[in-house]
Nanobody
């Protein structure tokens, strides 16, 4: 079992920045991969960024050059640094962890990000 707690969402103007944090209830060394997803009401949840246990990180094309995913193993925390935010980035952002054998998906409660134009 992995509990995930997100924080850092809020209201920001277009062009601004936010940093989301996701704290895991256990060592993230034991978690295969962690990521950030986002969901707009009425649409499917979509992957934004992911980072593996070995530190290999990727972001989707729509946020490339603006968002960065990092991890702090000592704090069991994964971050999503979001710069140059756009109104279309408005969504609920969820932290995800893939762990266990067989692999399970774990989700945080979500944090709202609203970007005003």
């Amino acid at each position: 079992q992995v509990q995930l707690v997100e924080s850092g969402g809020g209201l920001v103007q277009a062009g601004g920045s936010l940093r989301l944090s996701c704290v895991a209830s256990r060592s993230i060394f034991s978690i295969n991969a962690m990521g950030w997803y986002r969901q707009v009401l009425g649409k499917q949840r979509e992957l934004v960024a992911a980072i593996t246990r070995t530190g290999s990180a990727n972001v989707v094309d729509s946020v490339k050059g603006r968002f960065t995913i990092t991890r702090d193993n000592a704090k069991n925390t994964v971050y999503l640094q979001m710069n140059s935010l756009k109104p279309e980035d408005t969504a609920v952002y969820y932290c995800n962890a893939k762990a266990g054998v067989p692999m399970n998906n774990y989700w945080g409660q979500g944090t709202q990000v609203t970007v005003s134009s």
